[in-house]
């Protein structure tokens, strides 16, 4: 199955560029990402529909499509597993995630859309869904513990980069984080983390 992700703007070469990066060199699913926006400057409600029609224009012909939108639906990560299993066996060839722009999605993406997701009640950057999704297809198709990795980027995001410790020791989420770092020999220690240097 091929997995697209259509967004609005671009990424720059950074620590969001390379973290979405990481993701794709581990899944096994074909993955490609296609950034559009609209140049010119236009009040929001314009420029929703204008962004709203350049992701409609970017769709595949077949397959489904999953918009995130803070009104969609909040599902865990099995549910989300299933569901991807489920096209999987139907035939679905391509499921194309849309993450729209920074006044969110025209109602026209939101009636195309096969299944409206919610990442949660947080507000994320941008640049870091895509990391977020990129992750998804490779744990959703080939790890049991996929929820645990969707968790653990946003973990290790605080814990690279700010120097600041993000949780104490005495919290439950330290001890979890700390279980995830030792998972693959260790691998999600070797990250060149700030806070470690504090």
Do not use: N
Request: proline letters at 6%.
């Amino acid at each position: 199955m091929q997995i697209e992700i259509l967004a609005i703007g671009r990424a720059r070469t950074g620590p969001e560029r390379e973290l979405y990066q990481t993701y794709v060199d581990r899944i096994r699913w074909p993955l490609a990402l296609r950034e559009m926006e609209e140049k010119r400057r236009l009040p929001p409600a314009e420029m929703t529909v204008r962004e709203g029609a350049l992701l409609l224009d970017a769709l595949p012909r077949d397959g489904a499509v999953v918009a995130l939108d803070e009104t969609g639906k909040d599902i865990s990560s099995e549910q989300f597993a299933m569901q991807m299993g489920r096209w999987r066996d139907d035939g679905i060839a391509t499921v194309a995630f849309i993450i729209g722009g920074a006044d969110g999605l025209a109602d026209e993406v939101r009636r195309r859309a096969d299944l409206l997701l919610s990442l949660g009640r947080q507000t994320w950057p941008h640049m870091l869904v895509r990391a977020m999704l990129a992750e998804q297809p490779y744990v959703a198709g080939a790890q049991p513990a996929y929820a645990d990795y969707i968790v653990f980027g946003a973990l290790q995001w605080m814990r690279c980069g700010s120097p600041f410790p993000a949780l104490r020791k005495d919290d439950p989420v330290f001890g979890y984080r700390e279980r995830l770092l030792d998972l693959f020999d260790g691998f999600g220690r070797k990250a060149y983390c700030r806070e470690e240097l504090v």
